[in-house]
């Protein structure tokens, strides 16, 4: 019973998390100001770790098999807490250089 109330959770904000994650890559590409920096690498790192999380929530869900879906529960919660610890660096990251950015000096969390 408590697996069907985690996995809906999981997977639907795992599934938000990745589009916000999306839309800032998007938009560090676009600028012309950013080629890549840390924060396109830590974003890109959570995009994955999240995709996966949607996807073995996703697999919970649909399991037949209690144990397997107990499993990839699990597996999906801890992937979705290291996702959102990458997240919250990324926004530090952002935080941290968008003064610079206007500027135009964002060399500071190159490579």
């Given at each position: 019973?408590?697996?069907?109330?985690?996995?809906?959770?999981?997977?639907?904000?795992?599934?938000?998390?990745?589009?916000?994650?999306?839309?800032?890559?998007?938009?560090?590409?676009i600028?012309?100001r950013?080629?890549?920096?840390?924060?396109?690498?830590?974003?890109?790192?959570?995009?994955?770790?999240?995709?996966?999380?949607?996807?073995?929530?996703?697999?919970?869900?649909?399991?037949?098999?209690?144990?397997?879906?107990?499993?990839m529960?699990?597996?999906?919660?801890?992937?979705?807490?290291?996702?959102?610890?990458?997240?919250?660096?990324?926004?530090?990251?952002?935080?941290?250089?968008?003064?610079?950015?206007?500027?135009?000096?964002?060399?500071?969390?190159?490579?």
């Amino acid at each position: 019973m408590w697996r069907q109330m985690r996995s809906p959770h999981i997977l639907g904000t795992a599934s938000i998390l990745l589009g916000l994650c999306l839309i800032v890559q998007t938009s560090l590409r676009i600028s012309a100001r950013l080629e890549a920096s840390l924060i396109d690498e830590f974003t890109g790192a959570a995009s994955v770790l999240l995709m996966f999380a949607c996807m073995l929530s996703f697999l919970s869900l649909r399991s037949k098999n209690e144990a397997r879906a107990e499993s990839m529960e699990r597996t999906s919660d801890i992937t979705f807490i290291g996702a959102l610890a990458i997240v919250f660096a990324s926004i530090v990251l952002i935080s941290f250089t968008l003064p610079d950015i206007a500027k135009g000096q964002a060399r500071a969390v190159y490579r």
